[in-house]
C-alpha cells in the first residue's frame, strides 16, 4: 500500500493545540514542556523510545488520567479554543470526542453487534432500531469488518474472532460513538503482518474524517501511514514535522540515533 497525500497544514486551523503540557506521576517527571497541534484529517505517529512519554501524551488529550492518584499537569490542552481542564467540561462528553484503540484487541465478550452498539446506545446517539443497524454496518464497513461478520453479527462474540479481526472491532466501536480524533496505542503492536497491512491501509482512509495520533515502534509503519511524525525522547518532544524531514533530515542528535537504531 502506498500512502502519498500529505496535509496541507497551514490551510486547516488545528483540532487541538497543545502549549507548554507538563505532566508528574508522584516524582516523576513524565511530560517535559511538550508543545503541538494536532490537524483535522492528519495521521501523527508519536515515536520514540520505551517510557519517552508516548502514551503519557496520549492519555493526556481525552483526560484518562483524571482519576490516576499522583498526577499533576501544567501547561495548556486546548480542543477547538476550549481548555479541556476547563471546570465547564464534562470529562464524559469530552472523552467521546475521542475513540481509544489499545495494543491488544479488547473486544466485549458479547456479540459483535452489541460490541458496536453498545456505546451508541449508552449515549443515545441513534433514535431507531433501524438507524442502529445502518449504524452498526456503516462503523463496521469502515473498519473493513462488514464482510466477514455481517451473517455472524448476532451469533458471534467479539474474541471469537482472528486477532486481526478483534483489532478491526475494537476499531469499529471506537467509531461507533461518533469521535472526532482516534486515539491508537500500538494498535498493530500484537497482530501479524498480513492483519496490520489491513488496518494501515483502513487508518488511511479513516483520516478524512478523523484526526489520528498512533503511537508506533515501527519506523516503517510511521513512513507508510503518517502524515507527520513526533519523535520524543526522556519526556521531551524533540522534533515533530512531515514524515520525510523528521526521518531523513532530523536535526536533534537524540533523533538522529534512533532512527539509526543506535537507542530504543
Ligand atoms: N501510571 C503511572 N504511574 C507512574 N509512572 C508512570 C505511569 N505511567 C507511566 N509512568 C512513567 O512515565 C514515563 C513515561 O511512560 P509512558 O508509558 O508514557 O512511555 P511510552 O513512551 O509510552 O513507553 P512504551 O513505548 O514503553 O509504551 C515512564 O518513566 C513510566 O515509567
Known amino acids: 500500500m502506498q500512502?502519498?497525500?500529505?496535509?496541507s497544514n497551514s490551510n486547516n486551523a488545528p483540532i487541538m493545540e497543545i502549549a507548554g503540557l507538563n505532566l508528574w506521576y508522584e516524582d516523576t517527571h513524565a511530560l517535559k514542556d511538550v508543545s503541538f497541534d494536532l490537524y483535522p484529517s492528519e495521521i501523527l505517529?508519536?515515536?520514540?523510545?520505551?517510557?519517552?512519554?508516548?502514551?503519557?501524551?496520549?492519555?493526556?488529550?481525552?483526560?484518562m488520567h483524571?482519576?490516576?492518584?499522583?498526577?499533576?499537569?501544567?501547561?495548556?490542552v486546548q480542543m477547538q479554543g476550549t481548555d479541556i481542564h476547563d471546570p465547564d467540561i464534562d470529562p464524559p462528553l469530552h472523552r467521546r470526542r475521542f475513540g481509544w484503540v489499545a495494543q491488544k484487541p479488547n473486544p466485549f465478550p458479547t456479540t459483535i453487534w452489541h460490541n458496536v452498539s453498545y456505546g451508541p446506545r449508552i449515549h443515545g446517539l441513534m433514535q431507531t432500531k433501524?438507524?442502529?443497524?445502518?449504524?452498526?454496518?456503516?462503523?463496521?464497513?469502515?473498519?473493513?469488518?462488514?464482510?466477514?461478520?455481517?451473517?455472524?453479527?448476532h451469533k458471534a462474540k467479539g474474541n471469537d474472532l482472528s486477532g486481526g479481526q478483534q483489532q478491526r472491532l475494537c476499531i469499529a466501536r471506537a467509531l461507533s460513538t461518533q469521535p472526532e480524533v482516534l486515539l491508537m496505542d500500538e494498535p498493530t503492536g500484537s497482530i501479524d503482518p498480513i492483519a496490520t497491512a489491513k488496518i494501515e491501509e483502513l487508518l488511511t482512509g479513516l483520516r478524512v474524517d478523523h484526526s489520528i495520533i498512533i503511537i508506533t515502534h515501527s519506523m516503517m509503519e510511521a513512513r507508510r501511514i503518517a502524515d507527520r511524525v513526533a519523535f520524543f525522547h526522556l519526556g521531551a518532544?524533540?522534533?515533530?514535522?512531515?514524515?520525510?524531514?523528521?526521518?531523513?533530515?532530523?536535526?536533534?542528535?537524540?533523533?538522529?540515533?534512533?532512527?539509526?537504531?543506535?537507542?530504543?
Open 237 to 264: 518532544l524533540k522534533e515533530i514535522g512531515p514524515v520525510t524531514q523528521i526521518f531523513d533530515h532530523a536535526t536533534s542528535p537524540e533523533a538522529r540515533r534512533f532512527f539509526a537504531g543506535e537507542s530504543g
Open 66 to 76: 483524571d482519576h490516576t492518584p499522583g498526577v499533576r499537569i501544567t501547561g495548556s
Open 130 to 153: 433501524a438507524d442502529m443497524a445502518a449504524h452498526v454496518e456503516d462503523c463496521l464497513r469502515r473498519a473493513h469488518l462488514w464482510d466477514e461478520v455481517k451473517d455472524i453479527l
Open 3 to 7: 500512502h502519498s497525500a500529505t496535509v
Open 45 to 63: 505517529a508519536f515515536v520514540g523510545p520505551s517510557g519517552c512519554g508516548k502514551s503519557t501524551a496520549l492519555k493526556v488529550l481525552n483526560r
